[in-house]
């Protein structure tokens, strides 16, 4: 892409560690680091480059693109309800929080589409990032459109349920495979069941996409959270786990009660909380101990 830089949002909305986590931190598989602060990934099947210069986000997208900049910003959380939420959030009175905002000022949920965001976390158990990324990738290539050098967009639902047990295993998902046939069968004869998601409230949505093969609470939870614009969604992974478990001292609790937990303490933006948690968690894991008490 050779176009014109155009700044996308205000000035000073996002800082540099924000967007970087924001993009490559785990909740999305669409975007690589090209420079410390420059990125490129494809939204809605389209192209885009985004770079961080002086306080200011900026972007550009090839010639063919269908994406607008009201997408983009709606994509990245880039209007003041990012800020409304933020500040309810209790992080006045929680440490903890407090701490894991202060190191990711400007974090982001990403309002990524449902239907891809299915299909990686599927992808997602028992994988780290670089392997998710990886596994989608060779998805990519194979069933979807390029739009770009090596670049391919996410193929649609349509097109997986072409995949085989057999020709799936072959591109590493492993047991994954028939999560992710089965998944595409289901979707093939229920044509609007993702649609109808976003239209019902949270505990109902994740009840029914854990109907999916595969789709248990943790998945169901990223699903929502990061693809259903469901925002008190609170997916308790290894790292939440931990952070829960060491700062908050749920070391006995079961899964069911953290999560109750998070919905009345956190509020309705339970998952935005769990973003910054999760994001400190991993970045600090090695030293976590140290770094929570001497702040």
């Excluded at 099947?45 to 607008?68: D, F, H, K, M, P």
């Excluded at 309810?88 to 905002?101: N, T, Y």
């Excluded at 799936?168 to 595409?184: E, M, N």
């Excluded at 079961?254 to 509020?267: C, D, L, T, V, Y």
Aim: glycine share 8%; aromatic share 12%.
């Amino acid at each position: 892409m050779t176009g014109k830089w155009i700044p996308l949002g205000p000035k000073n909305a996002i800082c540099l560690t924000g967007i970087n986590e924001s993009l490559v931190g785990g909740q999305s598989f669409s975007w690589t680091s090209q420079s410390e602060n420059q990125w490129i990934g494809v939204v809605n099947g389209s192209l885009v480059q985004l770079r961080w210069v002086s306080g200011q986000l900026e972007w550009r997208t090839s010639a063919n693109s269908r994406i607008s900049e009201k997408e983009m910003l709606h994509y990245l959380w880039l209007d003041e309800t990012y800020l409304e939420a933020v500040d309810s959030l209790p992080w006045r009175s929680d440490g903890i929080l407090s701490r894991a905002i202060k190191e990711f000022p400007g974090l982001r949920i990403l309002r990524q589409p449902l239907d891809e965001t299915l299909l990686v976390f599927l992808l997602s158990s028992a994988k780290s990032i670089p392997q998710i990324k990886q596994l989608k990738e060779k998805i990519y290539h194979l069933l979807g459109e390029e739009v770009g050098e090596g670049i391919h967009a996410f193929p649609g639902w349509n097109r997986l349920k072409k995949l085989t047990q057999l020709e799936a295993r072959k591109l590493g998902t492993g047991y994954r495979a028939k999560f992710l046939v089965g998944t595409a069968e289901f979707l093939g004869e229920n044509p609007n069941f993702l649609d109808e998601l976003r239209y019902i409230p949270y505990q109902e949505a994740k009840l029914r996409l854990m109907n999916l093969p595969g789709v248990g609470p943790k998945v169901a939870d990223c699903v929502l959270l990061f693809g259903g614009e469901k925002p008190e969604a609170f997916p308790i992974d290894t790292w939440i786990l931990q952070s829960l478990e060491k700062q908050y001292g749920m070391k006995a609790w079961k899964i069911s009660q953290m999560e109750e937990f998070a919905r009345i303490h956190f509020g309705k933006y339970a998952g935005l909380a769990q973003q910054f948690l999760f994001s400190y968690q991993r970045h600090f894991s090695k030293t976590e101990d140290a770094e929570w008490t001497k702040k």
